[in-house]
């Protein structure tokens, strides 16, 4: 079935880089998009960035640019999410999600901004 | 971007329905048919339950439906049950590429 399977939890001190990985399984990883969204404690969701897996392309919400990098490897169908210059409120659990796939009307396509299949979530505390 | 602008709470009686509003501007919820309503339980991933305004993934009931009205989506849940009590999301894509949530719906069912 299809399933992405996240990194363990982490405690980073301020300052530093965290990546996170999603291992995908159950289906062809380059004919779909990868999403990072976010949640800290207590809070709503956040999108971070998203990863075309087929081009390598990406794009980043932009109060992350400049310290979000997302990358995916086609040969063990890994996504990465690393994230640098760590603050406090970084503390968050961390989720990928893919993008979409369904039929209505008779027809199947791709819908790249939705997510249907997530990870369980990787839980990232900064922490001094 | 902006968040999209959710009520932060709803309620209901099991049986009646219920609509979430997800408000954005003619840059996202407004320009596109791109908005996706996901449930989250305490503790657990989102589950996408609307993509594209109205469509529903397979296994999602019926009882959920979606629409939209301008730069506003709505997410109703008929039939209203204990189960549906859940935090409520929705997200859009946007002009410039990237995707925007909104604040989030608390749902109590009475």
């Known amino acids: 079935q299809v399933q992405l399977v996240q990194s363990g939890a982490g405690v980073k001190k301020p300052g530093a880089s965290v990546k996170v990985s999603c291992k995908a399984s159950?289906?062809?990883?380059?004919?779909?998009?990868i999403h990072w969204v976010r949640q800290a404690p207590g809070q709503g969701l956040e999108w971070v960035g998203w990863?075309?897996?087929?081009?390598?392309?990406?794009n980043y919400a932009q109060k992350f640019q400049g310290r979000v990098t997302m990358t995916g490897d086609t040969s063990t169908t890994t996504a990465y999410m690393e994230l640098s210059g760590l603050r406090f409120d970084d503390t968050a659990v961390y989720y990928c999600?893919?993008?979409?796939?369904?039929?209505?009307?008779?027809?199947?396509?791709?819908?790249?901004?939705?997510?249907?299949?997530w990870g369980h979530g990787t839980t990232v505390i900064v922490s001094s | 971007q902006s968040a999209l602008t959710q009520p932060a709470s709803v309620s209901g009686s099991p049986g009646q329905s219920i609509t979430i509003s997800c408000t954005g501007t003619?840059?996202?919820?407004?320009?596109?048919?791109?908005v996706s309503w996901y449930q989250q339980y305490p503790g657990k991933a989102p589950k996408l339950m609307i993509y594209d305004v109205v469509n529903r993934p397979s296994g999602i009931s019926n009882r959920f439906s979606g629409s939209k009205s301008g730069n506003t989506a709505s997410l109703t849940i008929s039939g209203l049950q204990a189960e549906d009590e859940a935090a409520y999301y929705c997200?859009?894509?946007?002009?410039?590429?990237?995707?925007?949530f909104g604040g989030g719906t608390k749902l109590t069912v009475l």
């Open positions: 999600a893919r993008s979409g796939y369904g039929c209505s009307g008779g027809s199947c396509y791709h819908y790249y901004f939705g997510m249907d299949v």
């Open positions: 159950g289906y062809t990883f380059t004919d779909y998009y």
């Open positions: 003619s840059s996202d919820v407004g320009a596109y048919n791109s």
């Open positions: 990863i075309n897996l087929n081009s390598g392309g990406t």
């Open positions: 997200s859009s894509y946007t002009h410039s590429g990237i995707v925007v």
